[in-house]
C-alpha cells in the first residue's frame, strides 16, 4: 500500500522543549513526517513520563530506559542533555535554534521568558522561526499560571459533563485523551504556519491552549444551550441521534460489543440479521422515537442475542448486514485486531536494552507517497549530545570539557540510588488483580505479539 | 487586515457529518477556499440540530452551522453522471478533495482516488472512513462510538461492574478529523516538495488509536492487560473528578501532592490544602499504592472537606498550593468562563437564519495569521457564483439541473 519514498518535512529542523503527552505526540508526528525532531531534557528533572509504565514493571537500576510511556510518544527523534541554567549550554541551544525552522515548548507560560527564550528572543536569533507554545489554558489569561495535567483538561474542556451513565456522575475517559489531541492540533497548526512560510518567508507565534484545542469537541451543546437553555444530559452511551445504540454484553469473560441504529432501515437489518423479525411489527420498536422511548427494552432484547455470542462474532455478523457495530476492544486486542494489522497501525521499533516493541502511529493517515512511521527507537537519555555538537562544529576536546563540566550529561542526576526509585516505580500488579484493576499479565505476551525472536535485552 | 495562512489553497468537500467538515472547517478559517458540495437535500447534519426552540429547520442546525464556517455551499447530485461533471470541473480547479464515503461508494461514483490521480495529478484526495479504504473492515460502516469501541479506549472507561462507557460529544469524529486535516496538510508541504498529489486515507479507528495513552503499551511492554476501574489512571489515585459541594471537581493532588520522603519536615500541600497536618502520617497520604488498593478509605478522609467547599474554593486553594486541580464546567459554565472571556475565545457569529450565536473559538492562536471563522454558507448558496461565473454555465443550465435534482 505505502511506499517510503522521501519525506515532506525532510531537512526542517524542530528544536523540541516539550515533556509529558501532548508535546512530545505533536513531536512526534513532526518526526515521523521527516523532520529532524531534536528534543532536550534536564538531568536534575526529567520528563516524568521515563518514570512511567516500566518494561516488565522492573525498573533495574536505570528505569529512565525502560519506559513504555516515554518510549512510543518519542521515537524517531534525538535527544541532547543540555543544562539551559548555565550560560554555555543556552548558548548551544540558541546555536541549534539559529538552524531551526519550529520550536515547540510545553512548560507554563513565563518559564521560556525566565531562560530568555521566550518567542521575541528567538525571533532575534531567527527571524522566520516558528514557535509553538502548547499548555493548559493558553499563556494569557487568569488561568494561564494554573498547574495542568491530561486528567484535568478534558474535564476542562466540558467534555466530562457530558460524558457518563445515565442518572449518574461526570466521569473522565479512561485515559487523557485532550492531551494527544491538543499535540495533533499542534502538529497540524505548525503544519499551517510551515505552509505559510514557505509563501512569504514569515514565522509566527503560535499559543495553543488544551482547553481550548478541545472546547469544539462540545462545539454543539454550547449551541443547544443558547438556543434552548438547555443543558445536554449524559447519556451513558446512547445517542440523540440512534436508537438502538448502547454497548452489549457478549459471551466470554467481561466481552462487549457497540451497536448503533440511525435510521429504520438500519433498524431493520438489525432485526433480521439477529432472527428477530417480529421487532418490526412490534409497535415499541418499529419507529425511532419508540426506540428511544422502548430503549430499555430493546437493550434487554438485543442483550439476548449479542450474550450467546463472541463480541468478534458479533461486530461481523451485523457489519455484514449493514449494521453499525463494533468489538469493545482491550489494549491487547487492539495489538491483535486484523484490521490494525493489516494497515500497519503499530510500527515495530527495535529500542536499546528492550527489543523488539511496537508502538502505535501517530498520524494515522495512511498515504501512497510516503508513510508517516516511527523512524526509529526512542531516544536515550543524551544519546545525540555529541552528535549534535559535532555537527555545529564543535571538537572532541571541547565536547569532552562540556560533559566534564556537567553541561551535558547522559546520566541523570537522582536524589537516591536508582534501584529506591526503580523499587518505588514498581506497582503492585498481583493486588491490582485482585482488585480488578488489571485484568490479566501474561508472561508469553512477546510470544504471543510475534516479538519474541529477539528476547529482552536488558 | 492580517493575512491569511492557507489563501493560495482550494478544497472541494463533498464529507457530509462531522469528520470530514470539521477537517475543512479548520482549513476553511485558515484562509483556504471551501467550497461545500453537499447533496440536493443538504448535509445531513442540517436534520441533527440542535435547532432553537427544537423546530428543525436546515438553516438553523447548531451542529451544521458549527462545523461549516468560513466555507461556501453549492448543492450537487454527486450520486449521478451529470453531477460527477461538474465536480469534476470543480477538480480541475482544486488543490484538495475531500469524502466521508467508503471505497465502495466512491468507486461507483468513479470518484474513488484510483479514478481521480491519472486526470488530477497534482490532486490531493482526501478520504476519511469509519475503518479505513484498506483492510478486511474496509466495507464496514461505524460512528464515534465504533471508533472509541475499537480503540481500547471504551474498554478502560466507566465502573468495573457496568459496562465500558463511551466518552460524551462524538469525539472520534473529531478527533478523526484533526487527523485528515493533519495528513492534509502533510500531503500539501509534500506536494510543495517533491510536487504530486496523494491519497490521504484516515480511518477514524486509528485516528482514536492514535491517542491511546498506554493501553496497548502496558501489553506490548507488560503483558498486562488494563480493565476499566471507575477510569482510573494505573499509576495513582486520586487523579479524578470527585464531588465537593454545590458541584464536582477534578482532584490531581501532582507530582508534589503527598508527603515526600525528600521533604521529611515540611506538611504535604494536600494535608495543607484539609487544614489538617496529621494527615501526613496516614499510610493513605504516604503510599501510592495504598491509595490505589484502599481508595474508600481515602476518600472517607477527603471528603468532610470537599463536601464542606465549593469548586470555586477548593481550585484556587489547590492550584495557589501548586496542585494542578481543575474544574468540571458545563457548556453553560463555559460561555461565561471569565478566563475564557478575556482570552476572546468565544466568537459571535451573525448566522443567516438562526440571528447572533456564540460559537466555540479556533483550537489555537497564530500571531501572523489568526484564523477567522465567518457564518455557516445556506444551503447551496453558492451554486450561481460557482456554476455560471467559475465554470461558465449558462444561468438556463441551473434551471435544468435544478428541475433534475442535480442541484
Redesign the interface.
Known sequence: ?STS??????GIRVVDLTQV?AGPTCTR?LAD?GADVIRFESANRLD?TRN??????EGLDHHWHRS??F??RNAGKREMVLDLAKEEGCAIFKKLVAGAAVVVESFTPRVMENFGLG?DALKQIKPDIIMCSLS???Q????RD????G???E??S????????REG?????????T????G??????I??????R???G????????E??????????????????AR??E????R?E??AP?????CAGD?R???I?C?DDAEFERLAHATGHPEWLDDGRFSTLLARHEHHDELDEAITQWTSQRDHYEVMHTL?QA??????????????L????R??N??DIIDQPH?GK??????????????E?KARSHAPLLGEHNEEVLREIGMSDEEIARLKAEGVIADRPNL??PPQLIAAALK???D??LE????????????EQ?G?ADDGARK | MP?R??S??RVIDVSQGIAGP?ATK?LAD?GAQVTKVEPPAGDYTRR???????IPDPEKS??Y???NTSKRSVTLDVAVTSGQVVLKQLLAKADVFVCSEKTSTLAEWRLH?EDLRDSFPDLIVAQVS????????A?????S???I????????????D??????????GE???G??????I??????R???G?G??????M???V???????????????????????????GYP???V?CAHG?I?M?P??AGFPSP?APDTVSPMALLMEDPDLDKTPLFQQM?ER??NWREFDDLVRPYLSTHTAGEIVMTA?AL??????????????SD???A??G?FQRLETAK?GA?????????????PLQPAPAPERGEANAPVLVEELGYEKGDLTVFSDRGVI
Open positions: 500500500m519514498g522521501p519525506l515532506p518535512l525532510a503527552f508526528i513526517l516524568v512511567l509504565i516500566i518494561a516488565d514493571n513504555s510511556y518510549t512510543i518567542y493548559g489554558y493558553g494569557y489569561g487568569p488561568m494554573f498547574g495542568a495535567y486528567m484535568g483538561l474535564p476542562a466540558g467534555i466530562s459533563s457530558i460524558t457518563g451513565y456522575p461526570p466521569i473522565r475517559s479512561g485515559l487523557s485523551f492531551d494527544p489531541y491538543s495533533f492540533v499542534g502538529a497540524g497548526a503544519l499551517t504556519g510551515l505552509h505559510y514557505r509563501r512569504t514569515k514565522g509566527q507565534y503560535i499559543d495553543l491552549s482547553q481550548e484545542a478541545a472546547i469544539p469537541i462540545v462545539g454543539a451543546a454550547l449551541l443547544e444551550y443558547q438556543m434552548n443543558l445536554k449524559r447519556l451513558g452511551n445517542s441521534y440512534a445504540q448502547g454497548c452489549y454484553r467481561d462487549w460489543a457497540v448503533s440511525t457489519q449493514g449494521v453499525k457495530a463494533a468489538a469493545v476492544l482491550d489494549g491487547k486486542e487492539v495489538l485486531d486484523p484490521q490494525f493489516a494497515r497501525h503499530f528492550l516493541r511496537p508502538v502505535q502511529r501517530h498520524l494515522a493517515a495512511k498515504l501512497t507517497r510516503f508517516p536524589p537516591v506497582l503492585p500488579y493486588r491490582y482488585r480488578g484493576i488489571l485484568q490479566a499479565v501474561e508472561g508469553d505476551y512477546r505479539l516479538i | 493575512d495562512a492557507l493560495d489553497i470539521y479548520l485558515c441533527l440540530g440542535p435547532f432553537p426552540g427544537d447548531g451542529l452551522l458549527h462545523l482516488y469509519p475503518f479505513g479504504a484498506t483492510g478486511p473492515y466495507g464496514y460502516d461505524g460512528n462510538l465504533t471508533a469501541a475499537m480503540s481500547s479506549i471504551m474498554y478502560n472507561t466507566g465502573e468495573p457496568r459496562e465500558p462507557l463511551t466518552t460524551g460529544g462524538e469525539p473529531y478527533i478523526a484533526v487527523q485528515l486535516w493533519v495528513g496538510l502533510a500531503a500539501l508541504e509534500n510543495a516538495v517533491h504530486a496523494d491519497h490521504v486515507d484516515v480511518s479507528a486509528e485516528a488509536a492514535a491517542s491511546d495513552e498506554y493501553n496497548a503499551a502496558m501489553y506490548a511492554f507488560q503483558g498486562a492487560i488494563r480493565r476499566r476501574y471507575y477510569s482510573r489512571h494505573i499509576f487523579n479524578d473528578i464531588p464536582h477534578v490531581i501532582g507530582a525528600l499504592g490505589m488498593i492550584q501548586r496542585m494542578p486541580f481543575a474544574f468540571v464546567p458545563s457548556a453553560a459554565d463555559l460561555l471569565e478566563h475564557l478575556e482570552r475565545f438562526a450565536l456564540t460559537f466555540a473559538g479556533p483550537p489555537f492562536r497564530m500571531s501572523e495569521t
